[in-house]
């Protein structure tokens, strides 16, 4: 679970986080991408479900002082995107190469998330 303070551009560059960070997703020419609408919130907070995997070897989506988000190949990720007042944030499930098998552990996680404030 983080924001996400900057993107990388798909040539490479930084950039300022969308307004839509779900759109900047799915048209990210380097990912295979969809929205999911199996959930509505989480956490008790507006979100919105991603998932996608790279078309061609490692994409960096997020730039990070500590290290920048990538995507290795081969490996899926779902990611809900969380509306707060403070500024957007993810939180990012590796399904791996296997999702099916992946995502019937994850809704436990996520129904035992909390915002504090």
């Known amino acids: 679970m983080a924001s996400v303070p900057r993107v990388i551009e798909p040539d490479g560059t930084l950039g300022g986080v969308p307004d839509d960070l ?11 991408a969809r929205e999911i609408d199996d959930r509505t919130s989480l956490a008790g907070l507006p979100v919105r479900i991603v998932e996608f995997r790279p078309t061609g070897g490692d994409v960096t989506l997020y730039y990070h002082a500590g290290g920048n988000f990538h995507v290795p190949p081969d490996v899926t990720v779902r990611q809900y995107v969380m509306s707060h007042p403070e500024g957007d944030f993810v939180v990012t499930v590796g399904l791996g190469p296997a999702p ?10 996520l129904d035992s998330l909390q915002v504090l404030e």
């Open 100 to 109: 099916a098998e992946t995502e019937g552990a994850v809704e436990p996680i």
């Open 22 to 32: 779900v759109a900047w997703l799915l048209a990210h020419p380097r990912l295979e």
